[in-house]
């Protein structure tokens, strides 16, 4: 009982800034290329509450995957629906990319000050769990802004490659959007997607960003999927 609400003090706060971080990214950009639809909601705050989807936020603990309520989008009131579309879409893996990055950035930096300070209780006690909730952010950020690239929609890689494709062949592949979450769930769990596309990716990324603290990423990361 201990360790689960040891690991649930780690992971609530990354995961929470990950998941409403990348929905908001999606409503602001909406808005400043014509749509107002997530304004009007209330949905442009990062007051996760207001974006919260429990099993999606479960899924994050089970998992190390989940998701928000979608911020909602009228792509129709977009001056340039094909063109804006890739804009909303890439903002939520771009803004989950920058969230790692900065995770990252701030994890090699108290590593660093970590070795300069006296190594007594009190210093110890208040660098740790900071430590910690940095390395799950860079994992958690990554494989958020990664999975998203599949592009499938309607996950955000397959609403950018639409908005990138011919209008023919655009309109084609919209098409599978009502089965998508079908398609994805067959993609994880029935096939090698993770384990050859995925996590090499994820891998790449995490020492990439985090460099020798990525040992510490990826440990803090099994103890926490335990």
């Known amino acids: 009982?201990?360790?689960?609400?040891?690991?649930?003090?780690?992971?609530l706060v990354p995961a929470l800034m990950a998941i409403t971080c990348h929905e908001v990214s999606h409503g602001f950009i909406a808005n400043l290329r014509g749509d107002a639809t997530a304004k009007s909601q209330g949905r442009l705050t990062l007051n996760p509450l207001k974006h919260l989807d429990i099993i999606g936020t479960l899924m994050i603990f089970i998992i190390g995957i989940g998701?928000?309520?979608p911020v909602p989008v009228n792509f129709n009131n977009l001056r340039n629906p094909k063109r804006d579309m890739i804009w909303v879409a890439a903002a939520g893996p771009v803004t989950n990319f920058l969230l790692a990055a900065l995770s990252?950035?701030?994890?090699?930096?108290?590593?660093?000050?970590?070795?300069?300070?006296?190594?007594?209780?009190?210093?110890?006690?208040f660098l740790e769990p900071i430590l910690l909730m940095f390395a799950f952010s860079v994992y958690v950020n990554l494989l958020l802004a990664i999975?998203?690239?599949?592009?499938v929609p309607p996950l955000d890689g397959g609403r950018v490659l639409v908005g990138i494709l011919p209008t023919r062949q655009a309109v084609a592949w919209s098409k599978i959007e009502p089965y998508g979450m079908i398609i994805i769930?067959?993609?994880?769990?029935?096939t090698d997607l993770f384990s050859y596309l995925i996590v090499p990716a994820l891998h790449l990324g995490v020492g990439?960003?985090?460099?020798p603290e990525s040992k510490l990423v990826f440990s803090v990361t099994r103890f926490l999927m335990r």
Request: proline share 4%.
């Open 147 to 151: 999975f998203n690239l599949i592009p």
């Open 1 to 11: 009982m201990e360790n689960f609400f040891l690991k649930i003090s780690i992971m």
């Open 104 to 125: 990252a950035a701030a994890l090699r930096g108290l590593a660093l000050l970590g070795g300069r300070l006296p190594e007594n209780l009190m210093s110890q006690a």
């Open 67 to 69: 998701w928000a309520k």
């Open 208 to 211: 990439l960003l985090a460099g």
């Open 185 to 190: 769930i067959v993609l994880v769990f029935f």
